[in-house]
């Protein structure tokens, strides 16, 4: 058991040996304990140097060995749901020495990704693909294996896949990593016994011999053998639901005994048709602060195990965007019982813990289940409650046929808030915000609100939630500038903007958090900045009326470009005939790599330099 993380690097000669699954496949299985320590406490090392996801990692060090072990990867498939945990199967696959440099840019991806690695079958960031895509490799002809975590499984797609995987009898596997014990717990040596002899290959041949001697009794007596088997099964297994679906279930098995998991996994690689081996495992196993915390060692940042931009925003008194909302939340459910607080899975991100616990009965998170997240909340609006979903901007794109035809098309009123809009940083393109705008302005009856500092987030919450009808607010990951924010709970004109400098011949048309730099960028260029607050309504008699007085526009937002809030500007102007240069500053067509969020701003123009450079360039073009 590790208790503080390495200062230098550790010495790991056997996992130093192994750049590839193939060379760790040569160990006797009797090393293999003494490479998951090493393998653990190099872990341990990297990502203390790095920053980055944790405690997942360490959960599954002996389950990741166990399945380079047995199966040939790359050439068998090994499908990795979400990607945290996918730390110790880089270092396996020849990548050892890059991780220090995980989610930097240009350095690593925090999740599989096809470009980085033949071992990265599939790329991920959301969860509850992984069956989907091994079923998929299954039914081209490879050996597959998702490895799939006790939340992931909330989500409905991940049924759907089971369903399907059971009605093909798919050779494939599906590991169960329960590391929070909410479908088992072992119950002992007589659960361990029989796990061993469901998953052999003895078993497993008389079980399918004796059904062709029960399939040759009377359907009466065959009957009651199939539900005798099941309901003596039922009493030491908790797996009969996934029997019941078509699964061979095995287990539960302690998932950090690696020698035991290479015995099961070799019995289940060649056995026919769908199995399930449900793993036991402990979420930031082998260090002791992640263990008794692993919520908050989910992530760590370099050479600290709490947040050191934490740490830093609150000696500058800046407010996180989610704790804006979180302390929003609180007030408006004071003032008002029909409010209600949904969420899927994502309680601590958006800053509703305080809520959670105030105001028990009114909190519900649904789990990993995005697309339940949004219907469930249209039908408390049916019947006159006031929900807020509180989901981030990337996850709100899973619930999108939900979000049009079960809140839009009925008008309900439902109020999303909506964080990690824009860029995210070091999560990725799989995390990026970037679309949000796009996606949900071309929806009707929508109201589609971008504040610029933490007071506006708060006035147009409070905005969202006093109109009938669906609304949304969107703001950024982290602090704002560190506007003081009013403790009233006011409303915003709804579609009006605000202007927060004059200046001639350039008008600069910004949403939400570029506000700032906008703002930057026209102090040397004598250029109007607006403060449009809402993408949808537009402030059209503002756009109107500076069009007259300005030879340039130019739009700013965090999204992309492509059907954003500039899109928006461009088509109003076409519609009043209005004939002027317009130039659209956004996230380009392009998916954006994971990094620094300011190196990332500044790599697509958007900081203030950035932005001031685009517009003497177009005024260049002008002249």
Not at 98 to 123: C, N, V, W
Not at 168 to 189: F, H
Not at 335 to 364: N, W
Request: proline content about 5%; glycine content about 10%; some cysteine.
């Amino acid at each position: 058991m590790f208790n503080h993380f390495p200062t230098h690097r550790p010495d790991t000669p056997l996992l130093d040996s192994i750049d590839s699954p193939a060379q760790l496949r040569l160990l006797d299985i009797d090393q293999l304990p003494q490479l998951a320590n090493e393998l653990r406490e190099f872990l341990l090392y990297s990502v203390s140097q790095s920053g980055g996801h944790f405690g997942a990692g360490l959960g599954v060090i002996e389950l990741t060995i166990a399945l380079h072990y047995v199966y040939e990867t790359p050439n068998d498939r090994l499908v990795w749901d979400v990607g945290h945990q996918t730390y110790p199967h880089k270092i396996l696959t020849g990548r050892r020495e890059q991780m220090t440099g995980i989610r930097h840019a240009g350095g690593l991806s925090g999740f599989p990704k096809r470009s980085e690695s033949e071992y990265d079958t599939f790329g991920v960031g959301h969860s509850s693909t992984s069956i989907s895509a091994a079923l998929g490799m299954a039914l081209a002809g490879k050996k597959s294996c998702a490895i799939i975590g006790d939340g992931a499984l909330t989500a409905g797609m991940a049924f759907e896949a089971i369903n399907h995987a059971a009605d093909k009898k798919a050779n494939m596997l599906v590991v169960l990593n329960d590391n929070q014990m909410s479908i088992s717990k072992s119950s002992g040596g007589l659960s361990t016994y029989l796990s061993k002899i469901w998953a052999s290959p003895s078993y497993n041949s008389l079980r399918n011999s004796s059904k062709k001697v029960l399939s040759k009794l009377p359907s009466a007596a065959l009957e009651i053998a199939r539900r005798t088997e099941e309901h003596m099964k039922g009493f030491i297994s908790p797996g009969t639901v996934f029997e019941e679906l078509g699964f061979n279930y095995i287990g539960p098995v302690d998932g950090h005994d690696v020698i035991e998991l290479v015995g099961y996994l070799r019995n289940l690689r060649d056995m026919p048709g769908p199995q399930l081996l449900h793993i036991m495992t402990t979420k930031g196993k082998g260090f002791a602060p992640a263990e008794a915390d692993p919520v908050g060692y989910h992530a760590i940042t370099k050479l600290e195990p709490k947040n050191v931009q934490d740490t830093a925003e609150k000696a500058t008194g800046k407010q996180k965007y989610q704790d804006v909302f979180g302390d929003w939340l609180c007030d408006t459910a004071a003032a008002d019982e029909k409010l209600i607080g949904i969420t899927p899975a994502m309680g601590e991100g958006s800053g509703m813990i305080k809520f959670s616990q105030r105001y028990p009965l009114r909190y519900h998170d649904v789990a990993i289940a995005e697309q339940h997240a949004v219907t469930v909340a249209g039908g408390m609006a049916c019947d006159g409650l006031k929900p807020v979903v509180a989901i981030y901007s990337t996850f709100l794109q899973r619930g999108y046929d939900q979000l049009i035809h079960d809140i839009a098309l009925q008008n309900l009123d439902v109020l999303f808030a909506i964080d990690r809009a824009g860029i995210v940083g070091e999560d990725g393109a799989t995390h990026t915000g970037s679309f949000d705008l796009s996606f949900m302005r071309c929806i009707p009856n929508m109201v589609i609100m971008a504040p610029s500092n933490e007071d506006e987030c708060r006035k147009m919450l409070t905005t969202g939630y006093h109109y009938c009808g669906p609304a949304a607010v969107r703001y950024p990951r982290g602090t704002g500038p560190g506007t003081a924010i009013e403790s009233a709970l006011d409303s915003l004109e709804i579609g009006k903007g605000r202007i927060v400098s004059e200046g001639t011949e350039v008008v600069i048309l910004a949403f939400g958090s570029l506000v700032g730099a906008a703002v930057e960028a026209a102090a040397g260029l004598q250029a109007t900045v607006v403060d449009m607050r809402f993408v949808k309504p537009l402030d059209t008699e503002l756009i109107s009326r500076l069009s007259d007085s300005h030879r340039l526009i130019v739009t700013v937002e965090e999204n992309t470009i492509c059907g954003g809030a500039g899109s928006a500007i461009n088509e109003y102007l076409n519609q009043q005939g209005i004939v002027m240069p317009v130039l659209n500053l956004g996230l380009s067509d392009q998916f954006p790599e994971h990094g620094k969020p300011k190196t990332l701003l500044r790599k697509f123009g958007l900081d203030s330099d950035g932005i001031a450079d685009s517009i003497r360039q177009r005024l260049a073009l002008l002249d």
